[in-house]
T-cell receptor, first 109, second 110 residues
Framework: SQQGEEDPQALSIQEGENATMNCSYK?????LQWYRQNSGRGLVHLIL?????REKHSGRLRVTLDTSKKSSSLLITASRAADTASYFC?????????FGDGTTLTVKP | EAQVTQNPRYLITVTGKKLTVTCSQNMNHEYMSWYRQDPGLGLRQIYY???????DKGDVPEGYKVSRKEKRNFPLILESPSPNQTSLYFCASSLSGEQFFGPGTRLTVL
């Protein structure tokens, strides 16, 4: 299976609620990134966390990284309808990038 | 405006007819990469380039070629396209880990 697997595959919440997505990977990494993709469009970078970091914040986004468990989580707080999209984690090591299959988030108004 | 551009955005072709998808970035990034995305899946890396004249295979390089003669351009070449190469293709560039993506090229091989 792919390095970088998101969980859950799909998530549906109400506006204002928090959304948590998880990512697991298999091999050592230099960094882990989270991206958002609106249907059929290009990916937009959200946040990058390096292997020596444990937590990072950017606006309503909070990312954690646990290298001992080879896992990361993305938390979106106070979600909005505009957050509806697919979210992907990606790991990078010496140029090779591996993306997970993504979590499809639906935020209902 | 800092961006990654791809051309064409849409292409319908026939099996065996050689094609090139161009990718260009104006951010002076050393790293560039090509991915394909199939329905319901994440991106799979085809080839990447750490700098001019340096290219390496990703996870799914079969049936593709690339070149990196200059920093800004990283074309993807399909010498003899087949129907299993029907996909959505993305080019990306990066300076320090964060990747900037082009808008995608939707390729259909009949």
């Amino acid at each position: 299976s792919q390095q970088g697997e998101e969980d859950p595959q799909a998530l549906s919440i109400q506006e204002g609620e928090n959304a948590t997505m998880n990512c697991s990977y298999k091999t050592s990494i230099n960094n882990l990134q989270w991206y958002r993709q609106n249907s059929g469009r290009g990916l937009v970078h959200l946040i990058l966390i390096r292997s020596n970091e444990r937590e990072k914040h950017s606006g309503r986004l909070r990312v954690t990284l646990d290298t001992s468990k080879k896992s990361s989580s993305l938390l979106i707080t106070a979600s909005r309808a505009a957050d509806t999209a697919s979210y992907f984690c990606a790991t990078s090591n010496a140029g090779k990038s591996t993306f997970g299959d993504g979590t499809t988030l639906t935020v209902k108004p | 405006e800092a961006q990654v551009t791809q051309n064409p955005r849409y292409l319908i072709t026939v099996t065996g007819k050689k094609l090139t998808v161009t990718c260009s970035q104006n951010m002076n990034h050393e790293y560039m990469s090509w991915y394909r995305q199939d329905p319901g899946l994440g991106l799979r890396q085809i080839y990447y380039s750490m700098n001019v004249e340096v290219t390496d295979k990703g996870d799914v390089p079969e049936g593709y070629k690339v070149s990196r003669k200059e920093k800004r351009n990283f074309p993807l070449i399909l010498e003899s396209p087949s129907p299993n190469q029907t996909s959505l293709y993305f080019c990306a560039s990066s300076l320090s880990g964060e990747q900037f993506f082009g808008p995608g090229t939707r390729l259909t091989v009949l």
